[in-house]
């Protein structure tokens, strides 16, 4: 039997790779857009309207998924915000909405799914979060901290859903090859600011990071075999080298020498 497979934010990047390379797998995927009327491109799986940010259309998609296929096997929760700014200069609005959509939308999905989960006795959740998540990055604080939220809000899950047959993990991609830079919400970099010219270069910094990124089919990869995994890890990473290793380092160096690190490479 086909696994019947949810992933949210499926109609560009990260997203429509993994939903393209399950359906040619022969998963039976379902993809979801805020505005799937809009994406005129012909997809080689299903896509649903949900806004990870609406809660009723969050239930909705799932009973549609549920009631079309009689079960739901695989959750990823892929769809997420970029956001970048001194913390000090970013508005409270644009914080709540990173993390309603990386954070709290990501929970309102997984307790929606959990129930038909437990009728089956089995299932999986996948939370896309982010190396970023693992350290807090100047002028990427709000967005690691979220991502390190839901990190560690999968670490608590698998625990409290075991006895069910429900698995859960983590993927954190580093940088790749998509076009969240242009979804990514960017505090403005004023002329009257005192973060103006350090932002503004570290700013620069990351967009080189994303154009230069790895392939997403290198995620689509990885979540194929972690569904064919019968005992998943907790933690994934996926990315460049020294992009994982980073994470490494963080383990075992003193506080204040990666501190020093991370300063030397944005040149701050």
Same mark, same amino acid.
């Given at each position: 039997?086909?696994?019947?497979?949810?992933?949210?934010?499926?109609?560009? =990047?990260?997203?429509?790779?993994?939903?393209?390379?399950?359906? *040619?797998?022969?998963?039976?995927?379902?993809?979801?857009?805020?505005?799937?009327?809009?994406?005129? *491109?012909?997809?080689?799986?299903?896509?649903?309207?949900?806004?990870?940010?609406?809660?009723?259309?969050?239930?909705?998609?799932?009973?549609?998924?549920?009631?079309?296929?009689?079960?739901?096997?695989?959750?990823?929760?892929?769809? =997420?915000?970029?956001?970048?700014?001194?913390?000090? *200069?970013?508005?409270?609005?644009?914080?709540?909405?990173?993390?309603?959509?990386?954070?709290?939308?990501?929970?309102?999905?997984?307790?929606?799914?959990?129930?038909?989960?437990?009728?089956?006795?089995? =299932?999986?959740?996948?939370?896309?979060?982010?190396?970023?998540?693992?350290?807090?990055?100047?002028?990427? =604080?709000?967005?690691?901290?979220?991502?390190?939220?839901?990190?560690?809000?999968?670490?608590?899950?698998?625990?409290?859903?075991?006895?069910?047959?429900?698995?859960?993990?983590?993927?954190?991609?580093?940088?790749?090859?998509?076009?969240?830079?242009?979804?990514?919400?960017?505090?403005?970099?004023?002329?009257?600011?005192?973060?103006?010219?350090?932002?503004?270069?570290?700013?620069?910094?990351?967009?080189?990071?994303?154009?230069?990124?790895?392939?997403?089919?290198?995620?689509?990869?990885?979540?194929?075999?972690?569904?064919?995994?019968?005992?998943?890890?907790?933690?994934?990473?996926?990315?460049?080298?020294?992009?994982?290793?980073?994470?490494?380092?963080?383990?075992?160096?003193?506080?204040?020498?990666?501190?020093?690190?991370?300063?030397?490479?944005?040149?701050?």
């Amino acid at each position: 039997m086909s696994k019947v497979v949810l992933i949210t934010g499926g109609s560009s =990047g990260i997203g429509k790779s993994v939903a393209t390379f399950l359906s *040619e797998k022969g998963f039976i995927v379902y993809g979801t857009s805020r505005n799937p009327d809009r994406i005129t *491109e012909k997809l080689p799986f299903k896509l649903i309207a949900l806004d990870v940010t609406d809660p009723d259309t969050i239930k909705t998609a799932v009973q549609t998924v549920i009631a079309n296929e009689g079960r739901l096997d695989v959750l990823i929760n892929n769809a =997420g915000v970029g956001i970048t700014g001194p913390i000090e *200069e970013t508005p409270d609005v644009e914080i709540k909405k990173a993390f309603q959509t990386n954070v709290f939308g990501p929970i309102d999905l997984i307790k929606a799914v959990l129930p038909q989960m437990r009728i089956q006795n089995s =299932g999986l959740v996948i939370n896309i979060t982010s190396i970023a998540g693992y350290m807090g990055l100047p002028y990427r =604080g709000v967005y690691s901290a979220t991502k390190g939220t839901l990190e560690l809000l999968t670490e608590a899950l698998r625990m409290e859903v075991k006895d069910f047959n429900i698995q859960m993990t983590n993927v954190a991609p580093g940088d790749f090859a998509t076009n969240i830079a242009s979804g990514r919400y960017h505090s403005p970099v004023l002329d009257d600011s005192p973060y103006k010219i350090p932002y503004g270069n570290t700013l620069k910094l990351m967009d080189e990071h994303v154009d230069e990124g790895n392939d997403p089919i290198e995620m689509a990869k990885v979540i194929h075999t972690i569904i064919n995994t019968d005992s998943p890890k907790i933690h994934y990473k996926v990315g460049a080298f020294m992009q994982k290793f980073s994470i490494v380092l963080k383990r075992i160096l003193p506080d204040k020498t990666y501190e020093k690190l991370l300063l030397n490479h944005y040149k701050l």
